[in-house]
């Protein structure tokens, strides 16, 4: 039976965390906490940036919601190039990267914070996701195709290897399945995204 008072909402959201974070922290904790909260800091404006909002940030996570599905994903590629850019001045030791999923979900809204299904199949997406890369429901890849008027044959391909993500969020982490998992393709997909931001 529903519950009085409960509020619900559809929502684009993002889900970040650090790949190897107990490693960074296990060989220097200081400089661990120190990346990290700097780059939350540029996650945050981002997220500001495209219209979303930081929900919470316990440990090395991030989730955030969004009005926008095309928001959300814009937002994730440029968070993964700018901190591609930044890792690029640490030893390879040190380098933090980020994986990050998006999924588009009903959720339970509670004061500031989100609950429910849509968040927890989010949060499977970015463990399937590579250091540096980004996986996305297949509701999210259908709603950011859609807003894609011409797609040049190399962008058809990424964009095949993005909607084999698809089925991920069935919760079976099945690798050769989902090949989205690359930096290259998070590159690749600029292009497209650059024809929505033109749009």
């Keep these: 039976m529903e519950l009085h008072g409960i509020e619900r909402?559809?929502?684009?959201?993002?889900?970040?965390?650090?790949?190897?974070?107990?490693r960074l922290m296990g060989e220097?904790?200081?400089?661990?906490?120190?990346?990290?909260?700097?780059?939350?800091?540029?996650?945050?404006?981002?997220?500001?940036?495209?219209?979303?909002r930081v929900v919470d940030s316990p440990g090395d996570n991030?989730?955030?919601?969004?009005?926008?599905?095309v928001d959300a994903v814009q937002c994730a590629v440029e968070i993964q190039q700018v901190l591609k850019t930044r890792n690029a001045d640490l030893?390879?030791?040190?380098?933090?990267?980020?994986?990050?999923?998006?999924?588009?979900g009903d959720v339970i809204v509670e004061g500031?914070?989100?609950?429910?299904?849509g968040v927890n199949i989010t949060a499977r997406?970015?463990?399937?996701?590579?250091?540096?890369?980004?996986?996305?429901?297949?509701?999210?890849?259908?709603?950011?195709e859609n807003k894609s008027k011409t797609v040049k044959p190399e962008q058809e391909e990424a964009q095949a290897e993005i909607a084999a993500c698809g089925p991920s969020y069935s919760l079976e982490r099945v690798k050769d399945k989902i090949p989205y998992r690359d930096q290259a393709l998070v590159e690749r997909w600029v292009a497209i995204l650059?024809?929505?931001q033109s749009q």
């Design 125 to 144: 997406l970015e463990g399937l996701a590579d250091a540096g890369g980004i996986c996305v429901s297949g509701i999210v890849y259908d709603q950011v």
């Design 62 to 69: 991030l989730l955030a919601e969004f009005a926008s599905v």
């Design 9 to 22: 909402k559809l929502a684009a959201i993002l889900s970040a965390d650090v790949k190897g974070y107990s």
């Design 28 to 52: 220097d904790e200081v400089a661990t906490i120190r990346t990290l909260t700097a780059y939350r800091e540029v996650m945050a404006t981002l997220i500001r940036q495209h219209r979303g």
């Design 112 to 117: 500031e914070r989100i609950y429910g299904d």
């Design 194 to 196: 650059g024809e929505l």
């Design 91 to 104: 030893p390879a030791s040190r380098r933090m990267e980020f994986r990050i999923g998006i999924n588009l």
